[in-house]
Nanobody, 128 residues
C-alpha cells in the first residue's frame, strides 16, 4: 500500500495561482506515471493532468491547457501541479494518483484505470 500526501490547496480569488504537491510515503515513485484528478461539487472525478515516469511526457485536460503545469522531481520524490489563472469552476477536491505500471508513458495516463493508489485529496476553492 502506498500513501500519497497532498498539500497546497486552499481558498483563493479568481485569477490567483496555487501549487499543489504530492509525495508518496514510504516508496519512490520514480518509475511510475503520476496524475492529478479532481472532483467538482456535485460532479464526478475527472482527469486534470498526468506526467510519465521520466517527466518528459505530460497530458492535460482541455480545460486546463495553458493554465496548469504538472511536473515531477524524482530526486525529491514529489510531483507538483502549478495552477495559474484559477477560475471559480476550478473549485474542486484535487487528488494525486500513483500509476500502476512501471515505466509507462502512454495516453492511458489520462484514465482512472491506470492508477493504483490515490491520495485523500486537497480542497481548492476559487471565489469570483
Amino acid at each position: 500500500q502506498v500513501e500519497l500526501e497532498e498539500s497546497g490547496g486552499g481558498p483563493v480569488q479568481a485569477g490567483a495561482s496555487l501549487r499543489l504537491s504530492c509525495t508518496p510515503v514510504g516508496r519512490s515513485f520514480a518509475s511510475f506515471g503520476m496524475g492529478w484528478f479532481r472532483r467538482t461539487p456535485g460532479g464526478e472525478r475527472e482527469f486534470v493532468a498526468a506526467v510519465n515516469w521520466s517527466g518528459r511526457t505530460t497530458y492535460y485536460a482541455d480545460f486546463v491547457k495553458g493554465r496548469f503545469t504538472i511536473s515531477r522531481n524524482n530526486a525529491e520524490n514529489t510531483i507538483y501541479l502549478q495552477m495559474n489563472s484559477l477560475k471559480p469552476e476550478d473549485t474542486a477536491v484535487y487528488y494525486c494518483a500513483h500509476g500502476s505500471r512501471l515505466i509507462y508513458s502512454g495516453d492511458k495516463l489520462m484514465t482512472e484505470e491506470e492508477y493504483e493508489f490515490w491520495g485523500r485529496g486537497t480542497q481548492v476553492t476559487v471565489s469570483s
